[in-house]
Nanobody
Framework: QVQLQESGPGLVQPSQTLSLTCTVS??????????WSWIRQPPGKGLEWMGV???????YYSPSLKSRTSISRDTSQNRFTLQLSSVTPEDTAVYYC????????????WGQGTQVTVSS
């Protein structure tokens, strides 16, 4: 059974770069049925899709976040990483990594989420 686990700092200072890693176990991030997503939920708001990295390493980002977002992967460690630059308090959220089943239109497996607070 696939499991996803987010890791990274819980507190980031404004203007700095937020960096989170999602480690995947029980399945390979290069399997061609799946993409790998980052999604966040600010307090009191709905889920916001941030971007995805595909099984062959291509990336796609939300237009509203594209200028500040980068997703990369380490296939040797079976993990993928989110970097969000120039953060502000509005980037405070619970950040989730998730697996997207190609052709289904939705994520079928989620990490537990990690709280990130942007504050000085």
């Amino acid at each position: 059974q696939v499991q996803l686990q987010e890791s990274g700092p819980g507190l980031v200072q404004p203007s700095q770069t937020l960096s989170l890693t999602c480690t995947v176990s029980g399945g390979s991030i290069t399997t061609n049925d799946y993409y790998w997503s980052w999604i966040r939920q600010p307090p009191g708001k709905g889920l916001e899709w941030m971007g995805v990295i595909t099984y062959d390493g291509s990336t796609y980002y939300s237009p509203s976040l594209k200028s500040r977002t980068s997703i990369s992967r380490d296939t040797s460690q079976n993990r993928f990483t989110l970097q969000l630059s120039s953060v502000t308090p509005e980037d405070t959220a619970v950040y989730y990594c998730a697996r997207f089943l190609v052709g289904s239109g939705s994520q079928d497996c989620w990490g537990q989420g990690t709280q990130v607070t942007v504050s000085s």
